[in-house]
Nanobody, 116 residues
Framework: VQLQESGPGLVKPSQTLSLTCTVS??????????WRWIRQPPGKGLEWVGT???????YYSPSLKSRTSISRDTSKNHFTLQLSSVTPEDTAVYYC?????????WGQGTQVTVSS
């Protein structure tokens, strides 16, 4: 499968970050596929943000859970990340990825900067 992130590259503090991952080469409802959002802040390692499964079930990082929402549009074969009340600490390259017993694909990543 191929994944492509899209969304604004600059978000102001306190606003909501919204990113979409469009999937091609497979359906987001295909059994057992797990769709993940992962980010990498500058100078730091990868951090799992959240997951939406093929069933539509969602799971979030405990440290981000109160601000995170992941949803999907099966008609468009894409899933969306919303992260509210952002601060400069949310500045990162955001990736979407597919997992089914192992990594099945990654997007190229999109830089999101939180700044006024």
């Amino acid at each position: 499968v191929q994944l492509q992130e899209s969304g604004p590259g600059l978000v102001k503090p306190s606003q909501t970050l919204s990113l979409t991952c469009t999937v091609s080469g497979g359906s987001i409802t295909t059994n057992y596929y797990i769709w993940r959002w992962i980010r990498q802040p500058p100078g730091k390692g990868l951090e799992w943000v959240g997951t939406i499964a093929y069933s539509g079930s969602t799971y979030y990082s405990p440290s981000l859970k109160s601000r995170t929402s992941i949803s999907r549009d099966t008609s468009k074969n894409h899933f969306t990340l919303q992260l509210s009340s952002v601060t400069p600490e949310d500045t990162a390259v955001y990736y979407c990825a597919a997992y089914i017993g192992g990594w099945a694909g990654w997007g190229q990543g999109t830089q999101v900067t939180v700044s006024s």
